[in-house]
């Protein structure tokens, strides 16, 4: 059952506003210095030390306009030194999508209800895949072996902290995977281990 929260996302466009008009809004668009926004789409061309980029943090890179989704990945492609951690909650939009090599093709999972979306990220033929179980709502029955990473967290804020049956129940199904426990998990190991 899904518990009702603030959105983090909500939160943080609150600050993000102040740099983008249309971020508060959750109007789909880029920053390429178009219609008032930020020019931050090539950024990743010009940062030359290899790094770890999450495109679109605050939204799903799936869920924007196919065209838009186009242009990120294209600059993805051309950055290729870094390596880039997409996260959604719609791995089935993807499928239209050809991936470079340097995507970390990330899914969130809440609860066992969410696990179809596991099932599309395993038929899919990608370099390197991980999943964030968060925030967790109960346990996870699934064999996670296949995963390059798995992330745990609580709820943002939070106001909700997952049993420690659920945190251990994906433990218990990572395998050999690295996992990495965030730190809003109050009583839990300081686990924070990483394949990078």
């Not at 990743?44 to 186009?70: A, C, H, N, Q």
Request: proline letters at 9%; hydrophobic letters at 35%; a positive charge.
């Amino acid at each position: 059952m899904r518990r009702k929260g603030v959105c983090w996302a909500k939160k943080i466009v609150k600050r993000l506003g102040q740099f983008c008009p249309l971020c508060p809004s959750f109007v789909p668009h880029l920053h390429d210095g178009e219609n008032g926004t930020p020019d931050r789409l090539n950024q990743p061309l010009d940062r030359k030390k290899p790094s770890v980029i999450t495109p679109v943090s605050t939204g799903d890179l799936f869920g924007l306009p196919y065209k838009m989704t186009e242009r990120i990945l294209d600059v993805i492609e051309e950055a290729s030194w870094h390596i880039f951690a997409t996260l959604t909650k719609a791995p089935q939009l993807a499928w239209p999508f050809k991936f470079p090599d340097n995507v970390w093709f990330g899914t969130t999972i809440n609860e066992q209800a969410d696990t179809w979306r596991l099932d599309i990220t395993r038929k899919r033929v990608l370099s390197k895949t991980w999943a964030i179980f968060e925030p967790l709502y109960g346990p996870i029955d699934y064999d996670l072996s296949f995963l390059n990473w798995i992330v745990v967290g609580g709820q943002t804020g939070p106001t909700l902290y997952p049993k420690k049956e659920w945190v251990q129940s994906v433990v218990d199904n990572a395998g050999n995977v690295p996992i990495f426990m965030k730190s809003n998990l109050r009583g839990f190991s300081n686990r924070r281990e990483s394949p990078l």
